[in-house]
């Protein structure tokens, strides 16, 4: 497989951007990854989107997106799987520029959930889960997540207080991006006070949706040459996999198979492992997530996730970073833009452009997007070189 | 980018499935597909979808599919472009293969219509067109499609009779193929009486929706062997190219700029042109839709695609044979299925399997997969050897 090089990167805020359509935000992501591409067309356009035909009425975004930003014409498709949308946007186009079929490459993550009201995005975002076994049943995807937790505590003899460092570290980085949606710190005594949503998870467990769209441009790596102001960024790896949707049906409901097996193979596709990672945007969806992407991935032992966030490892200067511009759970999580916006973020960083919350010489960053609760999970290495 | 072959096939018919979701649906072609390529497991897995979100409650399909059939744990994905989903997953799938990421790759083509009442599946199909300056003004698809037809009559002079021949071909194939939801044949006096749908479209120039699902298997084509009784059918010429959505934006409203690139791409790719073609597996979603074709894919100067239905130039026997197993018209438009209907059949007529509707010694045919009015489209050429 050739190697690709990310050549320019773009984003939104993530917010309620009620004076915005989905193609303006996905166009304004897409614009600012093409300038700072130094590009004025591509090839192809790979959109990760999951909610556009039901919030906004729209399917073929792709082609919507093409023409909006003025390149008609171009190749486009719309790629979905739930909250792993966009990273499964990104690897489709990686493979397409990897295999010589197209030289230039734009994956846009764009999502608008706003102009709904919050039970009908419940109800949309449950097209995540099982439709037949799971929603049928009247689960909501926070309530699916919320027996993930309550299961895990009780096997491992956590308490809810445990998982306070996953959203405190997550709030004290956003308040660094200017892109994040809720740009404040929170302390331990608000995430005990936090109003409850589906116990045990509550407020301050769970990413905030919102509308926003992050957008890169990709093409070969012989074609980039990095600067010292500003250093090439490839494709080290990537790997997706994926497991049954519906958690019932799992083996171990308490372990994350599908991104254990993506983390592999990005991992061996690299010639890198965990001890090489400098930072980790992980999909923290729910803080019991954040605890579970730990353990899939070789951070921490099953059932010990939650440690890493107790010893302040996963702050911009621990031994791990993680969620270092804000994660889903402050930077906001509009579902189908997540993925892109965890590489934009992992891009800064290798840059070195992320200020109070740069990880010093950051030269390996991984990224994980997740679709469903541990269904679709794609991981990509990202590295300086 | 290394050479793609198709090892297997698999299809359901076109039909009001009650009785079956969408993923078992999926899952019968794709096992069927897999059975006849004799693999018991593929890498990955590319889902062509437009509307399980809207009609199933069902997003995150790529990965429900993949663990219905047996492989939990392979990449999966969906991929949306409207009606043009099925070949976009196609082509999706064939550079991930061409890229070396994966070896082995399942496409299916699935789609589920029959479950909502006509004006909802009306509603749905109209998320093709663009939501804010297409739909919102209260059109719907058949509606632009019937704008269409009738400027294409005042500017070159056709009656509605004379677009008869291609419904009654698509009708006359559609008798021989069991996947076929229409398998009767009709008259020129039977299209001149059918009922009005949006003048000058009449139920005889409108595909019927319905449900299901076709499938491939494809792989490297250095790891196939082809026999006498099954020729080897590899993927000569694959391009995919846009058009604005709205149609009112276009230069030429009446010719099918997206079509004639990306024609032109996969004949650039296979070193093949019009006359090469065997048979022509078209987008027929009206019948005005495959005059366009024919002319924006050099088969006829713009303005007399009809001229060449008048001639009977496209039955089985002719110089160009379209539509062989029924076309969307009479084997039916499962819309994000279609496309890979369409490859199904043309591997089908190359393997010599099509029976009465057999085109003799064909050695080369072309498939091209249309979303929206010729917003996104996707050719594929595929030929022995």
Redo the contacts between chains.
């Keep these: ?1 050739r190697q690709v090089a990310i050549l320019g990167i773009g984003q939104t805020k993530v917010d309620e951007h009620w004076d915005y ?1 989905l ?1 303006e935000l996905a166009g304004f992501a897409a614009l600012d990854a093409l300038q700072d591409a130094g590009l004025e067309r591509v090839d ?1 356009i790979f959109v990760g989107n ?2 556009s ?2 919030v ?9 997106v ?2 909006w930003i003025g390149l ?11 909250c792993g949308s966009g990273a ?1 946007a990104f ?2 186009a ?3 520029v ?5 030289e230039t490459a734009l994956v846009v993550g764009a999502e608008k959930m706003t102009d709904k009201a919050g039970h009908d995005v419940t109800s ?1 975002l ?7 076994y799971e ?1 049928e049943q009247g689960v909501s995807f926070v309530g699916l997540n919320a027996l993930v937790m309550r299961r895990y505590m009780h096997e491992y003899g956590w308490q809810h207080a445990d998982f306070a460092a996953f959203s405190i570290n997550a709030h004290a980085n956003a308040v660094h991006n200017p892109n994040a949606r809720l740009q404040f710190a929170v302390s331990a005594k608000e995430y005990s006070k936090a109003g409850m949503v589906a116990s045990p998870i509550n407020l301050l467990d769970a990413s905030p949706i919102g509308d926003g769209a992050a957008a890169a441009v990709i093409v070969p790596a012989e074609r980039v040459t990095g600067t010292s102001l500003r250093p090439r960024v490839v494709v080290a790896g ?1 790997g ?6 519906a958690i019932h ?1 799992r083996r171990r409901p308490l372990f994350l ?2 991104a254990q ?1 993506s983390a592999k193979r990005a991992y061996a596709q690299s010639g890198l492992g965990p001890a090489d990672m400098d930072l980790f945007e992980l999909h923290d969806a729910f803080s019991i997530m954040s605890a579970l992407s730990l353990e899939a991935c070789g951070f921490a032992e099953p059932g010990q996730g939650p440690r890493l966030a107790l010893d302040n490892a996963i702050s911009p200067k621990g031994p791990l970073p993680i969620c270092t511009r804000g994660g889903l759970k402050a930077r906001g999580h509009p579902v189908g833009a997540t993925g892109m916006y965890q590489i934009v973020e992992v891009v800064q960083q290798l840059r070195g452009e992320c200020g109070p919350t740069q990880v010093e010489a950051a030269k390996a960053g991984m990224a994980q997007n997740i ?2 609760s541990g ?2 999970v794609i991981t990509h290495i990202l590295k300086k070189g």
Tied chains: 1, 2.
């Design positions: 497989m359509s193609r192809s999951m909610l035909g039901i906004s009425g729209q399917h073929h975004l792709g082609t919507l093409a023409d008609r014409g171009a190749e486009a498709v719309k790629i979905e799987a739930a499964a690897r489709a990686l493979m397409a990897a295999s010589g079929e197209t949309a449950a097209t995540a889960a099982d439709a037949d929603v990537s997706a996999a994926t497991d049954t949707i049906s198979d599908a097996a679709g469903g269904a679709t």
